[in-house]
């Protein structure tokens, strides 16, 4: 499985973007997606996640700002991003479950979301 992640860029802080990660090759189905994101000189952090029925979780610092989707059809999973703020500036990155979660090392280039005036 191939993740491409795009839609990243610079914006103005409380501006919006919405960020597109798609999934290709050989795919049975998709159980879950997630988006991480990861800052510089920062850990790696859990963004959100979305379970197959369309269950959504986020982390504190994003929820009520960013809502996850997913088109199982185009296996193709969103983030919606408003309100942003420079503390989201990061590299972000999605994650897909088949049978199991790919590592990390499997994840792509990412994209880059630059929060700045």
């Known amino acids: 499985v191939q993740l491409q992640a795009f839609g990243g860029g610079l914006v103005q802080p409380g501006g919006s973007l919405r960020l597109s990660c798609a999934a290709s090759?050989?795919?049975?189905?998709?159980?879950?997606w997630a988006w991480y994101r990861q800052a510089p000189g920062k850990r790696r952090e859990l963004v959100a996640a979305?379970?197959?029925?369309?269950?959504?979780n986020y982390a504190d610092s994003v929820r009520g700002r960013f809502t996850i989707s997913r088109d199982n059809a185009k296996n193709t999973v969103y983030l919606q991003m408003n309100s942003l703020k420079p503390e989201d500036t990061a590299v972000y990155y999605c994650?897909?479950?088949?049978?199991?979660?790919?590592?990390?090392?499997?994840w792509g280039q990412g994209t880059l979301v630059t929060v700045s005036s």
């Open positions: 979305i379970s197959s029925g369309g269950s959504a």
């Open positions: 090759g050989t795919i049975s189905s998709i159980n879950a």
């Open positions: 994650n897909v479950k088949t049978g199991s979660w790919l590592a990390p090392d499997s």
